[in-house]
């Protein structure tokens, strides 16, 4: 299983509840159904905690971004959330980057909280780097981010604190380089695949900034959207507006006519060349004995941006619908016994089963009429709710419905042991 710790699973019991209305001043549809679900709590703008059930679905979406590093070579580290000024300073991008969070303390040292994590990760690097043969390396993290970010109104979409999967390569060649940044590509529309998102999410060819000519992002489409792509329906690959001047057809088979789409950027990957390993001094020595520059290449991943993406783009009128993948439960077991003891007796059991065949289950046993039960079981989004009445047990049965779909249907309790 994915994740093996320790939450309440009887929702009388579960820390948060459910809310009507989401805070007034929260516009994005993705934080008002999480806000409202009880996965997230908005502490100022774009700023969230992330509370049990935001957790749950949180570390899923971070087991499947692992298992796809760790499936092309990557080593998982932890880099510092402080940064030392002189770090930075060496880049240049002290004095040039606009959203860098600078902080003082008491003794009047500067240092930065990390937006992103060059600036530690290849002063490291060159400690243990010096051959040939030390290379190629990746190694990655899962860290929070901090940006000055001036236009946070996008929920957990676009903000100020933000957590990333951060990835980075070193190469000897151009060649090697190129040749991971492709097993890359292939590992990332796995991931999103794995998300629930892989059939609106495209490789999008980009700007490359000041490291390269061309980058690629992964864009899902969505009407709220900031950004604009140009999607080619034949190749399923996108050219996003920044570039379309320079690049007015499919990059892969010269298509013209593109089609416009909104979406939202939730992966990149980037050619850093050499312009990080030239202001650490980061070099290998060839086979020759010949001081070489290390090439070195990054790919992002935001997992509050994948979580907001998939309550924007699946869900409707009553709430969320999470894929089973990444739900925080695969069952809603739901009692609507009435007061009736014997019903009550029979759910329990079944709960207690479920738990015993590892089945995930969070279980309403609270004391509330049956119609709010299942208003709070659509907004909250697991993917079945398992009813429990008088009628399904006279039957010997119980109700399965699908939250994608709302196919109904009565089951054997077996059924239930299935679903994992």
């Not at 303390?105 to 909280?113: F, I, N, P, R, T």
Request: proline share 3%; charged share 30%; net charge neutral.
């Amino acid at each position: 299983m994915l994740l093996q710790y320790y939450l309440v699973m009887r929702q009388s019991e579960l820390f948060t509840k459910t809310k009507k209305e989401a805070p007034k001043d929260e516009i994005s549809k993705n934080a008002q159904l999480l806000i409202r679900g009880g996965f997230i709590n908005k502490e100022m703008a774009g700023v969230y905690s992330y509370l049990p059930l935001g957790l749950r679905v949180l570390k899923k979406i971070e087991n499947i971004i692992r298992e796809s590093m760790n499936n092309i070579g990557g080593q998982e580290l932890l880099l510092s959330t402080l940064h030392p000024k002189e770090n930075w300073q060496k880049t240049g991008r002290w004095e040039s980057m606009d959203d860098l969070y600078k902080i003082t303390d008491s003794s009047g040292k500067e240092m930065a909280l990390g937006p992103t994590h060059e600036e530690i990760i290849v002063p490291i690097a060159k400690q243990f780097v010096s051959s040939y043969r030390d290379l190629p390396l990746s190694v990655y993290q899962f860290q929070n981010k901090f940006r000055m970010e001036l236009r946070a109104k996008s929920g957990i979409l676009r903000g100020r604190e933000f957590i990333m999967k951060d990835l980075y390569s070193f190469h000897t060649t151009e060649k090697d380089f190129n040749d991971y940044y492709e097993k890359v590509k292939k590992e990332y529309k796995t991931i999103f695949e794995r998300l629930g998102l892989g059939d609106i999410t495209y490789l999008t060819v980009a700007s490359g900034g000041t490291f390269s000519k061309y980058s690629h992002e992964f864009q899902t489409l969505s009407s709220i959207g900031e950004d604009i792509i140009y999607l080619c329906e034949v190749c399923s690959i996108a050219v996003n507006k920044e570039i379309q001047k320079e690049q007015q057809e499919c990059p892969q088979c010269g298509k013209k006519d593109l089609s416009e789409q909104k979406s939202i950027e939730v992966g990149n990957i980037f050619n850093l060349k050499v312009k990080f390993s030239d202001a650490f001094g980061l070099t290998y020595k060839d086979e020759s004995g010949k001081e070489q520059p290390v090439l070195m290449g990054c790919y992002g991943i935001g997992l509050g941006r994948v979580m907001g993406t998939v309550a924007e783009t699946l869900s409707d009128e009553k709430g969320i619908i999470w894929p089973h993948s990444i739900a925080p439960f695969t069952l809603h077991l739901v009692d609507v016994s009435g007061g009736d003891g014997s019903i009550q007796k029979k759910t329990d059991h079944l709960y207690n089963e479920l738990l015993e065949k590892g089945v995930t289950v969070l279980y309403d046993d609270r004391d509330v009429r049956a119609g709010e039960k299942f208003a709070d079981s659509d907004l909250i989004g697991i993917p079945y709710r398992v009813v429990v009445s008088a009628k399904t047990i006279a039957e010997d049965k119980v109700e399965l419905v699908e939250r994608k779909n709302g196919n109904t249907e009565l089951v054997s309790k077996e059924k239930l042991f299935t679903l994992q």
